[in-house]
């Protein structure tokens, strides 16, 4: 009997989660919606952008913390609106003063405004210098094997390629660098940026990721509340699917139904 392996979780940094779907906090219409938003995608990993979003930082604003409650969630602080290392490393030290010493975070750092891409050689100098000042560091990145290793040497807990272009909605646009990725990886593989619907999360996990982060897919949705169920169920299908393997691509038919015993 096939043993089933559907429920074991997501483990990053040595804590496990129930759902590989991580979702984003920011573009919803107000901190209720981005409630609902959250509850319904099931996931346990919110990501918080520090330099956009206050978490205490005003004490006099609302706080996300109060719609995604910490003793709730695991936020993930990220640095999404940084475009060198040390504006990185500075927001994510903020992060941990802010969040009584909390250690996972998410490090993007962008090449500019107009791609969102990552800027590689000051991702990798960022990463180096927060994995040394004891972060657990997840990564946004190129879709690059070798780029992804080098990240994965450094100490990353996770690896975040993207799928395409950050808000972009274009889905997995290179799948073979994708499997390269999670073929050599030792550590979580998560489709980060360019998901639209909730079949590019589940192609996602058909190809062995071990995860889905994603924020406009679900909040740029006409109902964003359906929309984070979709993808919520997308993962958890993807994922079966991948754990049942698929039947091989062949330019033949093949009849469903046994020949043998056929009445004649």
Known sequence: MTQDT??????????????????????????????????ASGADIITVAIRRVNIGQDPNAPSLLDAVPPTKYTILPNTAGCYNAK???????????????????KLEVLGDEKTLFPNMPETLKAAETLVKDGFDVMVYCSDDPIQARMLEEIGCVAVMPLASLIGSGMGILNPWNLKLIIEQAKVP??????????????????????????????????DPIRMARAMKLAVEAGREAYLAGRIPKKFAASPSSPMEGRAT
């Open 6 to 39: 559907s429920n074991e979780g997501l483990t990053i940094a040595g804590k496990t989660y129930r759902s590989r779907l991580l979702v984003g906090s920011g573009k919803y219409r107000d901190l209720e919606q981005t409630r609902l938003a959250t509850e």
């Open 189 to 222: 593989v998560l489709v980060d940026a360019g998901v639209g619907t909730a079949s590019d999360a589940a192609i996602a996990m058909e190809l062995g990721c071990d995860g889905v982060l994603m924020n406009t897919a679900i909040a740029g949705a006409k």
């Open 87 to 105: 504006d990185a490393v500075y927001t994510l030290q903020l992060a941990r003063e802010l969040l009584g010493g909390h250690k996972l975070v």
